[in-house]
């Protein structure tokens, strides 16, 4: 059985850091982990893509120089290392499993609970 369990959010400053992780188990028949987000009243929008072997990664446009995606070498724990946050950045962060090189929520069938990312000013 596919599972995800994220952690790692919290409270920051705008221009801080947080680090998301996404503990996983049974997931290399997916393919893919998908990081997301949703802001109340938003839709969930994609952040971030990487391969289960950790060998291709994609980080959203909007997000480039601030976030990078990557893979423990051991565990199968991927992780989200957000810099420079914004106001914006604000939402629920959720990792999901996916069988397509895709960001497109549509496209993942296994997720998280997801973890809360606030930032202030």
């Known amino acids: 059985q596919v599972q995800l369990v994220e952690s790692g959010g919290g409270s920051v400053q705008a221009g801080g850091s947080l680090r998301l992780s996404c503990v996983t188990s049974?997931?290399?028949?997916?393919?893919?982990i998908g990081w997301f987000r949703q802001a109340p009243g938003k839709q969930r929008e994609g952040v971030a893509l990487?391969?289960?072997?950790?060998?291709?990664?994609h980080i959203v446009a909007s997000n480039e120089g601030r976030f990078t995606v990557s893979k423990d070498s051991v565990a199968d724990t991927f992780y989200l290392q957000m810099t420079n946050l914004k106001l914006e950045d604000t939402a629920m962060y959720f990792c999901?499993?996916?069988?397509?090189?895709?960001?497109?929520?549509?496209?993942?069938?296994?997720w998280g609970q997801g973890t809360q990312v606030t930032v202030s000013s």
């Open positions: 999901a499993a996916g069988s397509r090189f895709s960001v497109s929520p549509d496209d993942f069938g296994y």
């Open positions: 049974n997931i290399y028949s997916m393919g893919y």
């Open positions: 990487i391969s289960t072997h950790g060998m291709h990664t």
